[in-house]
């Protein structure tokens, strides 16, 4: 099965596309997530100081796909309306037996680390994101689901994404200080934005166009059609504080900046890159902190 997955996958072969077809799959396979949620978390514990045991990078990225690949199960089971769905979609529908499999392997293993290494507070903590995670489940994937229109789905994912990546580094931290906290806050708008995007980008005919009704919140549909505006407006801010901040979390801030700034120039060049390329371009696009932390020194 596992091998079927990764054939359907495979296209002729050409070196010329050997590049973005490894991104794609990286993509499809939700392995986006989890890298993002790495490189920040790398990031945040470097600018804090913070020397993470060995596992805690494995959990992270292993709950990370957990989450993402349920979800993509999830949206492809029962009769969902078919403008709701994605070619990954589709992709999982086809091989959730597959995923299935592998996400009980990655399940058993982080709860056997959870259980062996994770310190107590932080169990405790991650047990209240993960009960966030699973009222969304609920929420979202229900039969006749109307959580849409009154939940910001966008918003909740990204908080969330952000939490759950920074929260271990903060509760390490002996002198928590302002700059931590105004660098994880522009980090869950990053992440905001990116969940805006992508929203927006899929649904092309939804701002001004008859064809069809966008069934998002009313937050998500205003952002979408102030998403330059918004993702200058975020990497101003991050700017501001890269300029004024002396602390090693201005490399957090500048990171920001930069992911902004690409989200504001994939929209405005969205209809020569495609809707092929666009989720996967808005998650390269979190990766800034690869770009910086060569020059971060150690600490």
């Known amino acids: 099965m596992l091998v079927n997955a990764l054939h359907c996958s495979l296209p002729a072969t050409n070196p010329k596309i050997g590049l973005l077809f490894a991104i794609e799959t990286w993509n499809r396979w939700s392995l986006d997530a989890p890298t993002v949620a790495l490189v920040w978390r790398l990031l945040l514990a470097r600018c804090a100081g913070v020397h993470s045991p060995w596992y805690a990078p494995i959990l992270l990225a292993l709950g990370t796909w957990i989450v993402y690949v349920a979800d993509r199960i999830l949206d492809g089971i029962g009769d969902p309306p078919a403008q709701k769905l994605q070619e990954r979609h589709y992709f999982y529908a086809r091989h959730r037996v597959t995923f ?16 062996e290494r994770m310190r107590r507070d932080i169990f405790a903590a991650y047990v209240v994101l993960g009960s966030l995670v699973l009222l969304y489940f609920f929420l979202i994937h229900r039969k006749r689901n109307s959580a849409e229109r009154w939940l910001p789905k966008e918003m909740f994912v990204g908080f969330l994404f952000a939490a759950a990546t920074a929260l271990p580094i903060w509760m390490r931290v002996s002198e928590r200080s302002r700059e931590l906290e105004i660098s994880i806050a522009l980090f869950a708008a990053v992440c905001w934005l990116n969940c805006i995007a992508i929203e927006r980008w899929e649904n092309p005919v939804s701002v001004g166009g008859p064809q069809r009704t966008w069934r998002a919140h009313v937050s998500t549909r205003w952002l979408g059609r102030h998403l330059t ?39 405005t060049f969205r209809e020569q890159i495609g809707a092929r390329w666009l989720r996967v371009a808005a998650d390269v696009s979190l990766l800034t902190p690869v770009l910086l932390m060569p020059w971060l020194p150690a600490r």
């Not at 990655?106 to 259980?115: F, S």
């Not at 700017?239 to 902004?260: G, Q």
């Open 100 to 115: 299935g499999v592998l996400l009980c392997c990655a399940g058993l293993l982080c709860g056997v680390l959870i259980i």
């Open 229 to 267: 505006g918004m993702s200058t407006m975020v990497a101003g801010i991050s700017f501001v504080c890269w300029l004024s901040w002396t602390s090693p979390y201005e490399t957090v801030a500048l990171a920001c900046c930069l992911s902004s700034i690409l989200f504001s120039v994939l929209h």
